[in-house]
């Protein structure tokens, strides 16, 4: 089942902060975070795993909260770079039924003005 | 390190006729993903092999869609007929293992406009 996230879009200046939420109705292993420009492959940011510790990618970083099965990706100090649609990708465990395959939300297009 | 290679980058074809995209993964990466990513919307898995098996086609259209990796390595993703609604890009990725714990590389992507 697809993960959702939210907003789905957010307009940012220069300096600013935004959190993207991403929420699953099933229990998670693990949660991926990719960012994908316009035209471009999505590039991988971050992996959390139940149980492992908030993770950060240069002034981003993310939590997971298991109870909730919700994660928060924290867009600290934006800059022009971080322009782009964030996707949450969630992880059930390894089954012989799951593989471990991502679900995808539908994105958070993040845009990031001088 | 080379990255995942995909071709053609871009492919325009009528309805009712048949396409064929390649991906090649990153050398020693056990598994492959084919997804379809629809504008505006996030990357849907249609196949996930492990070395040369299928592990996950659930949502893989079989009467039109077929895919195959050969030797473990290289994979191919073929479309017969060609449906208007099949248009998106198609999104090969690799990973050195299943399982959610494993990062995903994704190659460039293959659009594809069915007119």
């Known amino acids: 089942q697809q993960p959702v996230q939210s907003p789905q879009a957010v307009i940012l200046r220069e300096g600013e902060d935004a959190v993207i939420n991403c929420s699953s109705s099933?229990?998670?292993?693990?949660v991926h975070w990719y960012r994908q420009k316009h035209g471009e492959a999505p590039v991988f940011l971050m992996i959390l795993l139940k149980g492992g510790e908030q993770k950060g990618h240069e002034k981003i970083s993310a939590s997971f909260n298991e109870k909730k099965q919700q994660s928060s990706l924290y867009l600290t100090a934006s800059q022009l770079s971080y322009s782009g649609t964030y996707f949450c990708?969630?992880?059930?465990?390894?089954?012989?039924?799951?593989?471990?395959?991502?679900?995808f939300g539908a994105g958070t297009q993040v845009v990031v003005t001088p | 390190e080379a990255g995942v290679a995909q071709s053609p980058r871009y492919k325009i074809i009528e309805k009712r006729q048949s396409v064929a995209f390649w991906c090649n993964p990153i050398?020693?990466?056990?598994?492959l993903y084919w997804y379809q990513q629809i504008l505006g919307q996030g990357p849907k898995l249609l196949i996930q092999?492990?070395?040369?098996?299928?592990?996950?086609d659930s949502q893989l259209p079989k009467d039109r869609f077929s895919a195959e990796r050969l030797k473990g390595v290289d994979s191919t993703l073929k479309i017969q007929p060609a449906k208007l609604e099949d248009s998106a890009v198609y999104l090969c990725a690799s990973s050195l293992a299943s399982g959610g714990a494993n990062e995903q590389f994704f190659g460039p992507g293959t659009r594809l406009t069915v007119l």
């Open positions: 050398s020693g990466h056990a598994t």
């Open positions: 099933k229990a998670l292993y693990s």
């Open positions: 092999f492990q070395n040369n098996g299928v592990v996950d």
């Open positions: 990708g969630t992880g059930l465990y390894l089954t012989t039924d799951s593989w471990g395959k991502l679900q």
